[in-house]
């Protein structure tokens, strides 16, 4: 998967023989999600331009120790509309016909029993071939990629922490025996997690 310029030429000079690549590209889709886990929009940095693309495909083929065989995308995480993924898919359609095409993640889970539920795994999944198909990625010999990260492990786990104090002034204040060193996404992220008392869980 190479991602600028410099890597094309450090792979191309690197590889022998014809070494199999992805490109990531920059859709220029911005989903609703925390601006830091954000990484469809033009200005991100991750991946080329829709406008260096073009170039980045064409410096790629004319190394011979490379073999484009598709492209990939990565829009961002926690995204819990599924607009943006067809927005993605028609998108880099336009960049051309390749065997392989990655969608990248972004399928976001609900943290906190406010949030609105996610499409679920099936909706997303079905949006997503049904938007390859109709922009020509489909068919025999391709292989679409996707790479769910947390719609596939979120809520696989929990973090334990105990009580070592509360303390009552204006607010109720719990201090546990973690923090940013074993969390740093609520402070970076402004994620919101629920928190339960782990051996009154059946208690309000
Ligand atoms: C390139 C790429 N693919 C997939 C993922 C997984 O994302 P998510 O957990 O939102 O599905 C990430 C997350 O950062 C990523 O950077």
Same mark, same amino acid.
């Given at each position: ?63 011979e120790g490379l073999a484009? =065989?598709? *492209?990939? +995308?990565?829009? !961002?995480?926690? @995204? ?6 067809? %927005?993605? &898919? ?59 990260? =947390?719609? *596939?492990? +979120?809520?696989? !786990?929990?973090? @334990?922490y105990t009580v070592e104090?509360?303390? %009552?002034? &204006? ?34």
């Amino acid at each position: 998967m190479v991602d600028n310029f410099d890597e094309i030429e450090r792979l191309g000079r690197l590889s022998k023989n014809a070494q199999d690549v992805l490109i990531r590209v920059t859709p220029d889709v911005r989903g609703e999600t925390h601006e830091k886990i954000s990484t469809g929009q033009a200005d991100s940095k991750f991946g080329f331009s829709m406008g260096d693309a073009p170039a980045a495909i064409e410096r790629i083929r004319s190394i011979e120790g490379l073999a484009l =065989r598709g *492209l990939h +995308a990565h829009i !961002g995480s926690q @995204l819990l509309e599924l607009e943006p993924f067809r %927005r993605e &898919v028609a998108e880099i359609a336009t960049l051309g016909d390749y065997p392989v095409w990655d969608l990248g993640g972004g399928l976001g889970v609900a943290y906190t029993e406010e949030q609105a539920s996610p499409p679920a795994i099936e909706e997303y999944v079905g949006t997503l071939v049904r938007a390859a198909r109709e922009h020509g990625m489909g068919g025999s010999g391709k292989r679409l990629l996707i790479e769910p990260g =947390r719609a *596939l492990v +979120a809520n696989a !786990g929990v973090t @334990l922490y105990t009580v070592e104090s509360v303390k %009552r002034n &204006v607010s109720t204040w719990v201090a546990v025996d973690g923090g940013m060193s074993d969390n740093l996404r609520p402070m970076l992220y402004g994620a919101a997690y629920e928190a339960h008392v782990a051996d009154r869980s059946s208690a309000a």
